[in-house]
């Protein structure tokens, strides 16, 4: 079992910046990739970034050179720092994890960004 909590979102002004933090307990030593999605209303949940066990990472288009996910030396948490942010960024932000050994999918609560004047 993992889970997920996520921190950091809030109401910034176009052009800001926010990072948002998600703390992984549990089996974390059994989880392969660690990533972030949003979901907006009337939208389906896309991925965001992704970073693997491994340390790859990848992004959506929409927030190639902007967004950047990192993660601590402990492999417990992860980051998502957020520039240059956009009105079209706004979304709820998913935490996500995926354990390989079971093929299971475990998602954070969510927490709300909106970039608006």
């Known amino acids: 079992q993992v889970q997920l909590v996520e921190s950091g979102g809030g109401l910034v002004q176009p052009g800001g910046s926010l990072r948002l933090s998600c703390a992984a307990s549990?089996?974390?030593?059994?989880?392969?990739?660690m990533g972030w999605y949003r979901q907006a209303p009337g939208k389906q949940r896309e991925l965001v970034a992704a970073i693997t066990s491994g340390g790859s990472t990848n992004y959506a288009d929409s927030v190639k050179g902007r967004f950047a996910i990192s993660r601590d030396s402990a492999r417990s948490t992860v980051y998502l720092q957020m520039n240059s942010l956009k009105p079209e960024d706004t979304a709820v932000y998913y935490c996500?994890?995926?354990?390989?050994?079971?093929?299971?999918?475990?998602w954070g609560q969510g927490t709300q960004v909106t970039v608006s004047s």
């Open positions: 549990g089996s974390i030593f059994s989880i392969e990739r």
């Open positions: 996500h994890a995926f354990v390989k050994v079971n093929h299971f999918n475990y």
